[in-house]
Each structure stands twice: as C-alpha cells, then as structure tokens.
C-alpha cells in the first residue's frame, strides 16, 4: 500500500470514528432532559445534543435515494458488458429498461406496466416457493440425518399437522401451539440476541475505524 | 426501565465491548503464535476452503450473496460483516482465473462489494462481477435474477452471508439441481430456517459475525469472536441465574447456593458444549 492510499485510509478511517462517535453520542445524551438532572437549560441543551445525529441521519436518508442511481447504472453497465458476449437475457433486460422507462415517461407516470407484467410473474414465483421448500424439507433428513435433523422434520410434521382443522387432530393442535408459544419463540429470541451482540461487535468495529471498508 | 438508565445502560455496553476487544487483542498478541484453539469449531465454515480450491481448478466462479443487506438501512452491521468474510474468501482464490461474483438487492451495498471485490482481486473485473439485482416489489425478483445467474455463469459454490427471507429456498434449490454446494446464514428468522434445512451447511445467528475471524489468514478478527463468544457465555450464565432466582421464590428450599451451584453447573455444561463443537 503506497503512502497515499495509506493517508486516505487514515482519513477515512477517522472521519469515520469522528461520525460514529458524534453519531452514536448524540442518540445516546441527546432528547432526554433528565439525563442533566432536569436544570433550567436542560431541555435546550439535550435538544441541541439530538441535532447532530438528527442532521447526520438525514443526510444518510439522502444517499440512499441516490443510491438507487448507482444501482441502475450497474444494472446497466453489466448487461451492456455481457451483450458483448451474446448473453440473450441481457438484452431483453436492456430493452425492457429503456421500453419501461419510455412508457412511464410518455405516460404521465403510469405504473400499470409494472403491475400488469411483473406482479403476475413474482406470484408465479411465490408459488414456486413453496414447491421448492416442501421440496427442500423433504430432504431436510438426506442433508442432515442426525438427531437434529429428525426433530426439525418431527416438528415440522406436527406443527403442519396441528395447524388441520380437524376435529381428530385437536391434541396435536394444543401440542403445536405450546411449541410455537414456548420452545420456537424462545429460540427465535436466543438467536436474535446473538445477532444483536454480532451487531454491537460490528458496529464497534467500524466506529472504530477497524472495519476494512475504511482500511483500503 | 427508564430512559435515562437505559442510556447509560448502553454507553457502558458499548464501552464494555470496546474494553472486551481490546483486552482480547491484547492477550492475543502477547502470544508468539495466533492460536486457534481459542475459538470453537463452526462445521459450515469447514467446507470453504475444498470450495476454494474447487473454483481455482474447475475455473468457475464463487458467488458470494448479501441479499437485501443494505449500507445505512437497519441491517448495514450484517453488510460489514457479510463484506469483511466475503473479504477473506476473495483472497483465497485470488489465485484462480475467475473472479468470485458478489450480489445483491441493495444499491446501497453496490460500493461496498465493489469495493471489497477490488481489495482481494487485484485484476480487473470488479465493477461488473459485483451485481446489483433488484428485489422488486418482494424480495422473489433478486431469486429469480440469482437464479438466472447460476444458470448463466455456473458458479463453483454459493455463500449466501446477509439478509435473506424464504426466497432463499429458490437459490438453493436451484444450486442444489446443479450440484452446486451453499453455506447460508441470515440475519431473518425465516431465511435462517431454509438456509438449516436446505444449505448444505448454514451459520447460525452471530456465526454471520464471526465468520471472517474463522476464514482469515491473520489479524485481529479472533479476537472480535472470542468476545462474542464471552458475552454470549455472560448472557447465559445472566440469564440461567435470573431464572434460578425466579424459580427460587417459588421454591423455599432453593437457597442462593443452590443457585450459585446450579449456575456453575450450566456454565461448565455450555463451554463443555462449545467445545465439542
């Protein structure tokens, strides 16, 4: 890494830290009175201290919507590269593009095109979800034949079973709900708190300018 | 809890995290060598360097997912962390002929997968291997264009590391139809449940964020693991002697020593666990 590259990425690293601290601060102290023992001034001072990530936030809010322009113009750039290949499906790509853009232009807005073209197709494909995950599940116990992979499929089996409306059924019913409200519930939660701590580390990480998006 | 203990609740985790890494950095490089022994054993992670090797000889591709994991959205910590293991896998096969293709639903993380793609690829390439395929009004379409992709370029193996929900069942499927493998982690509880039941090999929750230290050649990214690792170990044992005491109340027998011994005995059951794994 030569020193210019070095240099930015000291600089991208601490404008980084600089934002992330101001940041993270400002959400922390910032609109909460009590925080300063309810003083006179107190109410300016923790509105004052909301302002920068108020003001930051925003401007994130504005780069995403632009974002979308970076997104197209990849869009594009790599199905015109792949055309050079002969790639088919680029080119209908391509075409679609420029004839959607043209009928929601001259149309005023018109977004029927979209509705009557892609909605159909993508409830065709939720369809085919479906197949693919009782597909997949069916194979749950080739991929992982364990006692794992049995409890997932017996679970599986007796939540599908207990969800019937069957007058037959109805202790597997008080079964499966016991499962959904208790053991399914609690581990949903057990792994969203390991997202969480994952996210905390990650978020140090890059508020400490270690991420190496900022390292070059 | 008010609001203001909640506040200062949180400075002090994010203080005591910072602390927790860097005394973990620390310890770490007090030691000659960068011992592995340190982190537990994660079976997905496993696979990924007979994947690497495959798409280096058979001279296909990896396909590296992020899903609809988007900078400066709610899940942007998934996209850093997705892009840092995406990272270390690029420089794995950096010595292959192929570039890894990177994709995702999210323009935001255009850049980022340029970039990381430009960082472990010093050839050329970077700016039309990381793709940018639109989820639509679902997130059905960025399935449908994956897809298309792994029928288009035949990738060795897909790696789907982000923000998934159960469109993930139609990426795998069709990889698995291809004999392509895939290891999946998602930060949705739902896509989690298709990648367990139909990746050959899934992460599981904050496995996602400590994926890079496993596959990393060297650094400091051990170190960001073991910390997890010992806040989870924390969180358990927190919560195993809150639920002691509740039972506790209940119970006039069970007395704090009871509970203390209990607490030890779950402790030593969960890092005799995480060993084994």
Sequence with gaps: ?216 | MDETTLQVYSVLFVLATAVLVYTARFLQARRARRSRRAQRQIAGIDLIPGWAGQAIESGRPLHLAFGSAGVGEDNTAVALAGAEFFHHLIQRVGDGDVSPIMSTSAAATVPLAQDTLRRGWSRCGALTRAQWLPQGKRSIGYAAAVSCLIESERPSAHIFAGSFGPELALMIDSADRRGQGSLAVSDQLQGQAVAYAMADEALIGEELFAAAAYVAEAGEAPADAIVMDVWRALLIMGMSIVLLLEVARQLPWLSWQAVAVGSLLLLGLGLLVNRRR
Excluded at chain 1, 119 to 134: G, Q, T
């Design chain 1, 1 to 216: 890494m030569g020193r210019g590259q070095r240099f930015g990425a000291f600089l991208s690293a601490l404008v980084a830290f600089a934002v992330g601290v101001t940041v993270m601060l400002s959400l922390l102290l910032g609109d909460n009175p009590a925080l300063f023992g309810n003083q006179p001034g107190s109410d300016e001072l923790a509105r004052r201290l909301a302002l920068p990530a108020d003001a930051l936030l925003r401007l994130v809010a504005i780069f995403l919507a632009l974002s979308i322009v970076i997104g197209i113009a990849n869009l594009l750039f790599v199905h015109v590269s792949r055309l050079k290949s002969g790639k088919f499906y680029s080119a209908v790509l391509l075409a679609s593009f420029g004839f959607t853009v043209f009928w929601y232009v001259t149309r005023q807005g018109d977004t029927s095109l979209l509705e009557a073209v892609q909605l159909p197709i993508e409830s065709a494909l939720a369809a085919l979800l479906f197949v693919s995950l009782v597909h997949g599940g069916s194979r749950v116990m080739s991929k992982r034949g364990d006692l794992w992979g049995l409890l997932f499929v017996a679970v599986v089996v007796l939540v599908l079973l207990g969800s019937l409306p069957l007058a037959e059924l109805a202790p597997l019913q008080a079964w499966s709900d016991w499962l959904m409200r208790i053991p399914v519930s609690a581990g949903a939660r057990a792994m969203l708190l390991g997202i969480a701590l994952g996210i905390v580390t990650a978020g140090l990480r890059a508020l400490l300018g270690q991420d190496r998006s900022y390292r070059g």
